[in-house]
């Protein structure tokens, strides 16, 4: 696995918490972000486990000693079926979409190695994942679930939301993150205010 | 995530947006006063006209499906905690190219999608309304430029539009009430390519203040535009209109979601069912405005039908819910050697409209498109990314780390009205029992052949900025027609009034009036129609023609 580099390593996007750029709203829900992590409602414990090992191929965390939590977050939308507002025509309720989602990936990885997907190998799961990703799978474990279409827009785009979500992410892309009531003033090309990340050359 | 669990707009008071805690008072009517205006939605349609109406002496009730925010107390700095502000009931969306609903283009609570748009304010280009007589394509609009003209007007001045001195393109205008913002990194790359290529460009007029206005104060570029506006700089329809319907004596109920609009047997509507507090409630009303934008107004139509209209209310023609439009929204991202960072003020602050006004030969389809700098932040920037490049793993960290040096541009492209792209009801039902609602789209081939003419444009902007490694996304925003108006009973759902043929009490006011998309933001443009038919009705009351 290639080494993460982040061009911004003295930039905590938390060290800004108590100053302008962070109001109260803000840090309720941040806070909870960070203290609330949700325990397990809604997934079984093997869809459980299996959607860990998934989620850290799709958004791999080796630098961290604590990985920003994912998982939680999401058995915790389908929990309460917060869904997006729509789904597609082709594809079952949200949480049923999921639950088929999961269970299809077991069953391909049990009928193509006759192992766990958590027990294969990471190049042999990042290829299963790469065949989910473009539709080639076995219709007869699938069914009429969009294999594609689940991994494109619940699997990844879920996960990535969340990661995303999280101060840890916004720190080593060096977004500026919460801004109220602060905001900027320094808005132009090559412009930075103090209390945005400083980049460093990492070449 | 954000949520409001109870109505706040009640017992004769309302949130003070402008100030915590406190509260305005509100006058309420009583579900059997029959109030002479019933409208559904407060968005940039039913917001504005529920202020315009009340402000003309009609005792007005306005109904949201979704909470009364106080923006200074609820919103948050964050993407996903904003998530509430999106109207994520049950829906389904098919068709060869389905389109993303939920926070892409569907606003749920007081001021409607107003208060997550990105505060784009541009005119229809003048020609539009006669798009079949004057260009050749589409249809015309019942209604033309001129006739609309002045209340374009008396909408930037509701909204205070901080824009440029000379915005090069459309009819000469008097200036905008405010000054325009300085313009940020991505505008100014749009801004550099344009000019290298030889093309005009323009900073936006936008709809967020460039000084003080009463209460609020100038927009701070915190770049959270599309996730609420937590200072009131954005001159939101919560913000503006909302306020002064109250004080003209409007009532604004939160929280109540109307499921049915009933007929009496003189084939007049009554009033309207509406869900509150965990139960049904029946407001009797002189008139019925439904302002619930391109998908809820038809549905609610459709689910309105009785023995009198089997076919749902004010469907004679078979076209509520038919020839809807959105959007489309090709994207070119490029990177640049220098620090844009692009999450810094509203997300769009500049385009050209060179192909809206160029009818040249170099166009090999029918109508416009305008393009936009862009501004995602984190998690869309980020999911953008993954999705459209099909990207993960290491390889998704590590570009995310460029976010900092990413410009991009993105089309608001003019789709054309088709009968087979339309919204129709499921037997599926909602939380209220209501059958949810499905949205089919399929692109024309005139569609295709714009957006890939767009790309072309795009690319040669960006790569002229200094773009490099450029990359194409596909997305959608807007939603416009499904209760097109016209001057034919039998061609269109209401009358240039926005007045339904079939009943004289049922009217619509919202983007599904739209008889074609144009190729800008459509906000502006329903707020100016809301602004005309409060005047319009109000003369007619003078008249006894209600």
């Known amino acids: 696995m290639s080494e993460f580099k982040t061009r911004f390593p003295d930039y905590d996007v938390l060290d800004k918490w ?45 630098d961290r000693a604590e990985p920003v939590p994912i998982v939680p977050w999401i058995d915790d939308f389908l929990h309460k079926n917060e869904t997006p507002g729509y789904r597609y025509a082709d594809m079952p309720p949200m949480r049923e979409a999921w639950q088929r989602g999961l269970d299809a990936i077991a069953a391909e990885a049990r009928k193509r190695h006759g192992k766990r997907f958590e027990d294969l190998p990471p190049v042999d799961q990042d290829a299963l994942l790469t065949d989910v990703q473009h539709n080639r799978v076995d219709k007869q474990v699938w069914g009429d679930l969009p294999a594609g279409g689940f991994f494109l827009h619940h699997l990844l785009k879920q996960t990535v939301g969340i990661y995303y979500s999280h101060p840890a992410a916004w720190s080593e892309i060096g977004y500026g993150g919460p801004a109220s009531p602060r905001g900027y003033a320094r808005i132009g090309p090559e412009e930075r205010d103090p209390w945005e990340a400083r980049e460093v050359d990492v070449a | 995530m954000l949520d409001v669990e109870f109505p706040r707009a009640i017992g004769g008071r309302a949130p003070d947006v402008f100030r915590p805690g406190k509260w305005v008072e509100m006058r309420c009517y009583s579900d059997s006063e029959q109030v002479d205006f019933a409208i559904i939605g407060t968005g940039a349609g039913g917001g504005t006209l529920a202020c315009k109406l009340a402000e003309a002496g009609f005792s007005v009730v306005a109904f949201d499906a979704g909470p009364f925010w106080r923006p200074l107390e609820d919103f948050a700095s964050d993407e996903r905690w904003q998530g509430g502000l999106y109207w994520t009931d049950n829906r389904v969306t098919g068709g060869a190219d389905p389109v993303e609903l939920g926070s892409n283009n569907c606003g749920r609570g007081v001021g409607g999608g107003t208060v997550h748009y990105t505060m784009i304010a541009l005119r229809w280009r003048p020609e539009w309304f006669k798009a079949k007589s004057a260009l050749g394509y589409g249809r015309d609009w019942p209604i033309s430029f001129d006739e609309l003209e002045p209340y374009y007007e008396e909408a930037e001045e509701a909204l205070q539009i901080s824009g440029p001195i000379d915005y090069p393109w459309g009819r000469r205008r008097k200036r905008y009430p405010r000054r325009a913002h300085p313009v940020n990194a991505p505008g100014l790359v749009l801004a550099r390519g344009c000019e290298r290529i030889g093309i005009k460009w323009s900073p936006l007029p ?116 038919t020839h809807i439009m959105i959007h489309s929204g090709p994207g070119v991202w490029g990177t640049f050697d220098e620090q844009i960072r692009q999450y810094k003020a509203p ?41 459209n490049r099909g990207m993960w793993g290491m390889d998704l960290r590590q570009e995310m780390t460029r976010y900092n040096h990413v410009a991009g541009l993105r089309i608001v492209g003019e789709t054309e009205p088709q009968h087979g792209n339309r919204i129709t009801v499921e037997d599926e039902k909602d939380q209220y029992g209501l059958p949810i609602p499905r949205m089919t789209f399929s692109y024309s081939e005139n569609d295709k052949k714009l957006m890939k003419h767009s790309i072309g444009s795009m690319k040669a902007v960006l790569e002229a900025g200094g773009g490099k490694e450029l990359w194409v996304d596909d997305d959608t925003s807007h939603l416009m027609g499904g209760c097109r108006m016209g001057d034919d009973p039998s061609d269109s759902v209401v009358n240039k009034d926005g ?30 129609l809301a602004c005309r038919m409060g005047d319009r009705i109000a003369q007619m009351a003078a008249r006894g023609e209600l």
């Not at chain 1, 108590?18 to 829900?29: E, I, K, L, M, Y």
């Not at chain 2, 008889?515 to 707020?527: A, C, E, F, H, Y």
């Open chain 1, 18 to 62: 108590d100053s302008p750029s962070w109001n109260d709203q803000t840090r309720g829900a941040v806070r909870e972000r960070l203290e609330e992590v949700p325990e397990r409602h809604f997934l079984s414990a093997a869809q459980w486990s299996l959607l860990e090992t998934i989620v850290d191929r799709l958004i791999p965390q080796p």
């Open chain 2, 206 to 321: 936008l709809a967020t203040l460039s000084s003080p206005r009463g209460m609020a104060h100038p927009c701070v570029y915190r770049g959270f535009c599309a996730y609420g506006c937590s200072t009131n700089a954005k001159q939101s329809v919560l913000v503006t209109f909302i306020p002064r319907a109250i004080k003209a004596g409007a009532e604004i109920r939160d929280l109540a979601m109307v499921g049915k609009i009933e007929m009496g047997k003189d084939g007049r509507a009554t009033g309207l069912h509406y869900h509150r507090n965990g139960g049904w409630h029946f407001q009797e009303a002189k008139n019925v405005v439904v302002a619930g934008y391109a998908i809820e107004t038809p549905r609610l139509l459709l689910n309105s039908k009785c023995d009198q209209f089997p076919d749902g209310l004010a469907n004679e023609s078979g076209l509520v819910g």
């Open chain 2, 347 to 387: 997300p769009c602050m500049a385009v050209t409209e060179h192909w809206n006004y160029d009818d040249g030969d170099d166009k090999d389809f029918h109508g416009g498109y305008a393009f936009m700098s862009q501004g995602p932040l984190a998690v869309g920037w980020a999911q953008c990314v993954a999705i």
């Open chain 2, 499 to 528: 007045r339904s043929w079939s009943i004289p009490n049922l009217w619509v006011c919202d983007g599904s009036l739209f008889p074609t998309s144009g190729g800008v933001n459509p906000s502006l443009t329903i707020q100016a």
